[in-house]
């Protein structure tokens, strides 16, 4: 699993660089669902109202967001939902104290894993998890194996987090193909080392055994292009803003984003990487 010091490398640049290029009104920093959107901001909605149709929630539940962000999820689940309460973990520093600050009612935050939530006494009525399963399993122990194993261990402490009768919205980026090109292993390589480090994208094959002995899916989507949309509007926000990114954070780190930006969009359109969406039914043992 990718470290927190690795989580942090990424999401702790600076919560005003984000807020430059993700959508203005949740700050979601994942794939959008383009049909029926005419800008980002519908995009985004259009995701989490997916996510947490995937997830069944519903008027007084309570939901946990298993790698919150900048807790748009949350946000929609009380505010469009009218959820309970909303629970949301995240090993990112600087996204944590944005939500303390920003003190959202019925919103609980942890600065944690999912794998510290062992004690946690609360069951769950839904679960969502969109864009964190990518930092689960690092690239060592892919090739070691393990990487199923790990999978398997967050599908086991979601059923175990969770009421009989709930579901587990989930959406992660899915490897498909291996690079054959010399462009799709640069993008590759820069995409897994300077951008995410310590963490691999699962695959569908891994995904299905490891979640077999607990969840069943009951509704799945594959939009890779939507994600190569997404990006897109965000390449657009960050070179809107370019003067001053450049004065805040310097050219390094501009340069930085539009080269993975460029990479990922090409291993989206190329059909090496896709995003899935899943509505996953807790099997009754």
């Known amino acids: 699993m990718a470290t927190q ?5 990424h999401y702790d640049v600076s919560n005003d660089f984000f807020k430059l290029f993700l959508d203005d009104k949740y700050r979601v920093y994942s794939c959008g669902v383009w049909k029926n959107a005419t800008n980002i901001e519908q995009a985004q909605e259009n995701k989490l109202r997916r996510i947490a149709n995937f997830a069944h929630i519903k008027k007084g539940d ?5 790698g919150c962000g900048w ?3 949350l946000e929609y689940c009380v ?3 009218e959820v309970s309460s909303a629970t949301g973990i995240t090993l990112s520093q600087a996204q944590y104290q944005y ?4 003190n959202i009612p019925s919103v609980f935050l942890k600065l944690c894993s999912w794998l510290e939530l062992n004690n946690e006494k609360r069951r769950f009525d839904a679960i969502v998890s969109v864009g964190a399963m990518e930092h689960f399993a690092s690239l060592q122990e892919k090739k070691n194996g393990r990487h199923i194993d790990v999978y398997e261990n967050f599908f086991h402490s979601c059923a175990n987090l969770s009421n009989s009768s709930a579901y587990l919205g989930l959406q992660t980026i899915i490897t498909l193909k291996k690079p054959e090109t010399l462009q799709s292993m640069r993008d590759a390589h820069y995409l ?3 951008v995410f480090p310590g963490s691999v994208l699962p695959d569908m094959s891994s995904l299905q055994l490891a979640m077999n002995k607990w969840y069943e899916p009951e509704d799945l989507r ?5 994600y190569a949309r997404t990006l897109q509007e965000w390449k657009i926000r960050l070179n809107q803003n370019k003067d001053k990114i450049l004065k805040q954070y ?8 539009n080269h993975y930006f460029d990479a990922a969009i090409r291993s989206f359109e190329k059909g090496y990487i896709s995003l899935l969406q899943m509505s996953l039914r807790k099997k009754i043992n």
Do not use: A, P, S, W
Request: proline share 0%; glycine share 12%; hydrophobic share 35%.
């Open 250 to 257: 310097g050219e390094t780190l501009f340069t930085h984003y």
């Open 79 to 81: 505010n469009t939902r």
């Open 99 to 102: 939500l303390v600050q920003k």
């Open 192 to 194: 897994l080392k300077y």
């Open 71 to 73: 807790g748009g999820m």
């Open 62 to 66: 309570h939901v946990l967001d298993i």
């Open 222 to 226: 594959t939009i890779g292009f939507d």
């Open 5 to 9: 010091h690795e989580v942090q490398y």
